[in-house]
């Protein structure tokens, strides 16, 4: 059933203007799965890890600290909590353990609810088994939506899940959005400094379009969140960035003058910059033109990949690990980091009009970044990675 409805899809896309339709990697579809399940067999190996009642991504398995403001001592925090869960639902064709571990991950997921209430997650745990002090069961918006769309994924594809989902899709609703639809940053994100904020990596269309379907009453709320994501950040990237495409890690100002946040404003120097929170934007919109075809996310991204492409002189190695909104680059960037060459990677689906550029430029990025070894990058780098891979491989469709 799921060959036919992945065979389906295929035959949908190729009705969409030639824009919207998405390039994949020139390598035999058979190497590039061969690809996934080596690098899947180590991240799984190193990250994985059962423990605590459940199942979790250890973000320091690899002996490497967790950055993101999470706590000494960090066992896992749950944007890594909902990575884990999506990618064994997308990899469950291809490894016979995957049903078993979401479950064990799920087990995990229940013992560490929000102090706000039932449907989200605590969003950082320790390696006592306990939520992180000061803050650390307040919720983080990115992993509640990563881990709403696992359980609707898995309902679909095991049974079971359904009440999972409606319960965290209704919590999010509740008390991760904004007074005008904007996703909030998390739960505690409500009093005057924080309540007009927004995360760009937090606008997920392809999953909005998801729960709209599946969310009877709610559908028109999902949908209405949706398309005023598309119109915020499409504004931004028009009125900031209008040569790049490039969305800031966050913005402020809600509702009546969105605007990028300013240096220091929650996590670092990057945060009015396309830097470590907004690299997963580009990745967001190439699911939903994969998933739905909308124009919205092949115009956006289509302008992206004409600036990178330029700006890196076409070596996926020369990619910096931020940007100023211009397409500058801040003094002390590095380059070559597996989580950006991976979140352009999945941009570049779309192309930039140039086809055979654009192919040459895929290829380009997918060999380099199969080509970086998972010791030289950190939970964020390799799971980013990962779930590129899966998209590129062509195995999310599979779904």
Same mark, same amino acid.
């Given at each position: 059933m799921f060959r036919f409805l992945a065979t389906l899809v295929w035959c949908l896309l190729l009705l969409l203007p030639v824009a919207a339709r998405p390039l994949f990697p020139s390598q035999p579809q058979a190497e590039r799965l061969a690809a996934l399940d080596r690098f899947w067999a180590d991240w799984k190996k190193i990250y994985l890890h059962e423990g605590c009642g459940g199942a979790y991504v +250890?973000?320091?398995g690899d002996e490497k600290p967790t950055w993101g403001g999470s706590a000494t001592g960090t066992l896992t925090v749950s944007e890594a909590h &909902? $990575? =884990?869960m999506?990618?064994?639902v997308k990899m469950a064709s291809r490894d016979p353990e995957a049903q078993e571990n979401f479950a064990s991950m799920v087990a995990f997921y229940h013992a560490h609810q929000a102090a706000s209430g039932p449907g989200l997650m605590a969003w950082n745990?320790?390696?006592?088994?306990?939520d992180?002090? +000061? &803050? =650390?069961d307040m919720s983080a918006t990115d992993g509640d939506l990563d881990t709403a769309l696992a359980f609707l994924l898995a309902d679909k594809k095991w049974g079971g899940y359904r009440e999972a989902f409606d319960q965290a899709q209704q919590a999010i609703l509740a008390r991760e959005v904004t007074a005008d639809d904007m996703m909030r940053l998390g739960d505690w994100a409500v009093d005057e400094d924080y309540s007009g904020t927004s995360r760009s990596s937090d606008f997920m269309p392809a999953s909005f379009a998801a729960f709209a379907k599946a969310a009877g009453d709610l559908s028109a709320r999902w949908t209405f969140i949706r398309d005023r994501g598309y119109r915020v950040w499409g504004d931004i990237a028009e009125n900031y960035a209008g040569n790049t495409g490039l969305v800031p890690d966050f913005l402020v100002g809600l509702p009546a003058d969105p605007r990028p946040a300013e240096a220091d404003f929650l996590e670092g120097a990057g945060d009015g910059q396309y830097s470590w929170n907004a690299l997963r934007f580009p990745w967001r919109l190439s699911l939903?033109?994969?998933e739905t075809g909308d124009i919205r996310a092949a115009d956006h991204l289509m302008v992206i990949n004409r600036w990178v492409r330029g700006a890196a002189k076409e070596d996926p190695f020369q990619i910096a690990t931020t $940007?100023?909104? +211009? &397409?500058?680059?801040p003094e002390d960037q590095s380059t070559g980091s597996a989580a950006f060459i991976a979140m352009f990677a999945a941009a570049a689906i779309a192309g930039s009009g140039d086809p055979d550029g654009d192919q040459v430029w895929l290829d380009a990025l997918w060999s380099a970044l199969i080509s970086i070894p998972l010791a030289d990058e950190d939970y964020y780098g390799n799971t980013l990675k990962l779930l590129a891979m899966i998209e590129l491989s062509g195995q999310w469709q599979e779904n």
């Open positions: +250890d973000t320091s &909902g $990575y =884990g999506l990618a064994l745990q320790t390696r006592d088994c306990k992180a002090p +000061d &803050g =650390g939903d033109l994969l $940007y100023r909104l +211009d &397409g500058s680059i």
